[in-house]
Every structure is written in structure tokens, then in C-alpha cells.
């Protein structure tokens, strides 16, 4: 960790909003970050990104954006959710709260809320485990090749874990640039 610690500048996270946060978190799960990108850009394009309008947004106009049908659903779900009132609050709820009413929106599982947790709301000790690039650099350069390890593992950066995430991640990046 040191050494990565010495190659990368500290993390920054850049401020967004809830609601669009976790429209951004949905529609990247599981996808490349340029894809997301491009399908972000054309759903921008199409329907403002607000609770209000994505709640009412027809799912053909959606799909047109390119989410598959399941992300449209999930999209037009959390805009009822977060009409409803299901975001306020969240800043002043510990983690797991958090965690725990986000996924009862459907298409929002605890990676999405991770993640909301780590870029929106900035906390500084998230370990998402789940994370599949967590996952292949803690087993690349710690040997942690379980989810127990992997936890395991984050126990030793506590409390800063979201810090350590972010490092990991960019252990990734120097390996696909060449770097150690």
C-alpha cells in the first residue's frame, strides 16, 4: 500500500448530488465506465435527470438512452423512490442505515450503495467488498483470494477503508498501463 500510496495522489471525490449519484451508480453496474458514459450522455439527452421526470419517463424513451430494460425499470423506480421522499435524510444516517433503505430500491444492491457511499456522500471508511476490482487487487498484491480474506483484509485499513479502496483501484490502472 505504501508504494501505491507514493505513486498516486490522495483520493478526490468530486461532489454530486444524491439522486443523480445513484443514477449514475445504476446505470454503470456492470458495465464499462465509457459505456456508462455514452449511455449517460444520451439519457441526459432525452429526459432531465430528476426524480420527478425519470418517475413519469416513458420506459421506450429510457431503453432509446440504451439501458436495458431491467436498468429503465430500476431508473423509473428510484425516481418513484426518491419523489417519494426515500433520499431525504441520508447525510446524517450511519453507513449501514444508508445501506439498508437504499437497497430496498429494486436495481439498488449493496455495490450500488457502496458506491454511493464512497463518491456522493464521501465516506471515508467503505470496503466493498463485492467489487470485483477490490477483489482481483487484493488478491493480486495481498494474496486475498476469498470474500472472508478480502474483509479480512480491509480490517487493516480501518478506518480509512474507502481510502485504500481507492488506491486498490488504481493498482488496477498502473497494471493495465504496465506499471507494477
Do not use: C
Not at 432525452?46 to 431508473?75: F, H, N, Q, T
Not at 439498508?100 to 450503495?113: C, D, K, P, Q
Amino acid at each position: 500500500m505504501a508504494d501505491l500510496v507514493a505513486r498516486h495522489p490522495p483520493p478526490r471525490f468530486a461532489s454530486q448530488r444524491p439522486f443523480p449519484a445513484l443514477v449514475d451508480a445504476i446505470v454503470s453496474q456492470q458495465i464499462s465506465g465509457k459505456a456508462a458514459a455514452s449511455i449517460l450522455a444520451r439519457l441526459r439527452s432525452l429526459v432531465p435527470i430528476r426524480p420527478e421526470a425519470l418517475a413519469e419517463a416513458d420506459l421506450r424513451r429510457l431503453r432509446r438512452a440504451g439501458l436495458s430494460r431491467a436498468k429503465a425499470r430500476y431508473v423509473r423506480e428510484l425516481g418513484r423512490f426518491a419523489s417519494a421522499g426515500g433520499l431525504h435524510g441520508l447525510r446524517r444516517m450511519p453507513d449501514p442505515a444508508i445501506i439498508e433503505r437504499l437497497t430496498t430500491v429494486n436495481g439498488v444492491g449493496v455495490w450500488t450503495a457502496e458506491m454511493f457511499l464512497i463518491f456522493s456522500l464521501h465516506r471515508p471508511d467503505v470496503w466493498p467488498v463485492g467489487d470485483g476490482g477490490i477483489q482481483r487487487a487484493a488478491s493480486t498484491l495481498y494474496g486475498a483470494r476469498t470474500r472472508r480474506a478480502v474483509e479480512h483484509l480491509g480490517e487493516r485499513f480501518r478506518p480509512m477503508r474507502t481510502h485504500a479502496a481507492w488506491y486498490l483501484w488504481r493498482s488496477l490502472e498502473d497494471a493495465r498501463q504496465g506499471g507494477d
